[in-house]
T-cell receptor, first 112, second 114 residues
Framework: GNSVTQMEGPVTLSEEAFLTINCTYT??????LFWYVQYPGEGLQLLLK?????DKGSNKGFEATYRKETTSFHLEKGSVQVSDSAVYFC???????????FGGGTRLMVKP | GAGVSQSPSNKVTEKGKDVELRCDPI?????LYWYRQSLGQGLEFLIY????????KSGLPSDRFSAERTGGSVSTLTIQRTQQEDSAVYLC????????????FGPGTRLLVL
């Protein structure tokens, strides 16, 4: 079956530091890949997505590239802000059904 | 426009009681999903509806869980004879169609079974 593995948190960074949150996946077909973010007290929001190999999703300074050869979709940001503090979820969906399979989530804490 | 809404936002119930959770998807979205977010299990898929097709119930953890979607819009998730391990945040999401479309999530219903 499908699965998503992401680095455990919490990840604690100082403001303006570089961020990487690793995500790898296992899937039988050719999934779409997503990063969702959950800010404190809020619901899940789509951050970015990529639907095929070598695609790069980007939003709000965050980027992730769909790497089929390494089955990875690592999230990066060059300079984090305190307002980026949240829980980040990597997820995939296959063609059929489109239900999302989520990783365990990574809590990011950015200190001023 | 309006997003996905869920009610109630919080629900406290006693073990053994039945509960109903409601989801109003974004207007025009044909696909609707239920997920559960719990400390021990993370985010899990429960069930999804697409148009008039039979729902995919493959994620429901037991026969105490059921869901329906009336008129292709509002959905109700019912948990019968609740157990303490049912305590979680129940999330609803909707999307325009199944294939590679973004799912938009509601704020969730936080269920606590005492």
């Amino acid at each position: 079956g499908n699965s998503v593995t992401q680095m455990e948190g919490p990840v604690t960074l100082s403001e303006e530091a570089f961020l990487t949150i690793n995500c790898t996946y296992t899937a039988t077909g050719y999934p779409s890949l997503f990063w969702y973010v959950q800010y404190p007290g809020e619901g899940l929001q789509l951050l970015l997505k990529a639907t095929k190999a070598d695609d790069k999703g980007s939003n709000k300074g965050f980027e992730a590239t769909y790497r089929k050869e390494t089955t990875s979709f690592h999230l990066e940001k060059g300079s984090v802000q305190v307002s980026d503090s949240a829980v980040y979820f990597c997820a995939l969906s296959e063609n059929a059904g489109n239900m999302l399979t989520f990783g365990g989530g990574t809590r990011l804490m950015v200190k001023p | 426009g309006a997003g996905v809404s869920q009610s109630p936002s919080n629900k406290v119930t006693e073990k053994g009681k039945d509960v109903e959770l409601r989801c109003d998807p974004i207007s025009g979205h044909t696909a609707l999903y239920w997920y559960r977010q719990s400390l021990g299990q993370g985010l899990e898929f429960l069930i999804y509806f697409q148009g008039n097709s039979a729902p995919d119930k493959s994620g429901l953890p037991s026969d105490r869980f059921s869901a329906e979607r009336t008129g292709g819009s509002v959905s109700t998730l019912t948990i019968q004879r609740t157990q303490q391990e049912d305590s979680a945040v129940y999330l609803c999401a909707s999307s325009l169609a199944t294939l590679r479309e973004t799912q938009y999530f509601g704020p969730g219903t936080r269920l606590l079974v005492l």
